[in-house]
C-alpha cells in the first residue's frame, strides 16, 4: 500500500530534550513538508523539502531542524529551543509540479 | 503572510440536513483544495479544482472554483453522522507555488 507513514503516534518528552519525529513515503513524491496543528487552529507549515538535500523554513521554523538525505524520508527534530512543542504534527507530500498534498496520520507531541 | 478566511468556523446540524461552508480571500488562488480532518487523525483529501468556475463533485460533495478566483465553496448534501469532522480549505497562490495557504477549518457536529 503506498501512502505516508509517521511514527510514533504518541511521543512524550521531558522539557529540555531534543526529539525526532518520523516520515517515510512510498508515494515516490518530490516534495515533503511538516505541518504544526494546534488545538482548534488551522496548520502552519514548519519546514518543506522539494528535493532530496534541500529544505526551506517555512512559517515557523524556528525550534526546529530537518534533514531530507532521501527521497522518501523526512525527519523533523524538535529541539529544546521551540518554546511551545506540544502540539500535532503532519508530515504531507506531493508529487512535483502538482498542488494536492497527501498527509500522514499525525505525531500527537506532549511535551512535560 | 497570506490568510484564508474561511467560514463558518462551527455548524450544529440535524442529520439529513445540507451543508454550506466557503472560504474567501483578498487574493487571487491559482488552486483551490478541500480536506476533511477527523479527529486525530491526518487531513483527507476530499476535491481539488484548478480552474476558475469549476465545480467538482465527490459523491455527495459538491466544490466550486470562484469566478473571482479568490474563494471557494464546499457543499454536503444529505449529512449523515460521518461526516462530522473538521473541513480545511486550502489554496495555491499562483502556478509553481511551493507552498499552500490553509483555512482555520469549520468544525461540522451532526445531531442524529
Known amino acids: 500500500d503506498g501512502g505516508i507513514t509517521q511514527s510514533p503516534k504518541y511521543l512524550f518528552r521531558k522539557e529540555g530534550q531534543n526529539v525526532t519525529l518520523s516520515c517515510e513515503q512510498n508515494?515516490?513524491?518530490?516534495?515533503m513538508y511538516w505541518y504544526r496543528q494546534d488545538p482548534g487552529q488551522g496548520l502552519r507549515l514548519i519546514y518543506y523539502?522539494?528535493?532530496?538535500?534541500?529544505?526551506q523554513k517555512g512559517d515557523i521554523a524556528e525550534g526546529y531542524s530537518v534533514s531530507r538525505e532521501k527521497k522518501e524520508s523526512f525527519p523533523l527534530t524538535v529541539t529544546s529551543a521551540q518554546k511551545n512543542p506540544t502540539a500535532f504534527y503532519l508530515c504531507?507530500?506531493?508529487?512535483?509540479?502538482?498542488?494536492?498534498?497527501?498527509f500522514g496520520p499525525g505525531t500527537r507531541l506532549t511535551v512535560t | 503572510g497570506q490568510q484564508l478566511n474561511q467560514s463558518p468556523q462551527s455548524m450544529f446540524i440535524q442529520e439529513g440536513e445540507d451543508v454550506s461552508m466557503n472560504c474567501t480571500s483578498s487574493?487571487?488562488?491559482?488552486?483551490w483544495l478541500w480536506y476533511k480532518q477527523d479527529p486525530g487523525e491526518g487531513p483527507v483529501l476530499l476535491i481539488a479544482?484548478?480552474?476558475?468556475?469549476e465545480l467538482t463533485s465527490n459523491g455527495r460533495l459538491t466544490a466550486q472554483f470562484g469566478i473571482t478566483r479568490k474563494d471557494s465553496f464546499l457543499n454536503i448534501s444529505a449529512s449523515i453522522p460521518s461526516d462530522v469532522g473538521i473541513y480545511f480549505c486550502?489554496?495555491?497562490?499562483?502556478?509553481?507555488?511551493?507552498?499552500?495557504?490553509f483555512g482555520q477549518g469549520t468544525r461540522l457536529t451532526i445531531n442524529p
Open positions: 504531507a507530500s506531493t508529487q512535483g509540479g502538482l498542488y494536492e498534498q497527501y
Open positions: 508515494l515516490n513524491h518530490d516534495a
Open positions: 523539502s522539494q528535493i532530496v538535500n534541500d529544505f
Open positions: 487574493s487571487i488562488f491559482n488552486t
Open positions: 479544482l484548478y480552474k476558475a468556475g
Open positions: 486550502a489554496g495555491q497562490l499562483y502556478q509553481g507555488a511551493q507552498k499552500l495557504v
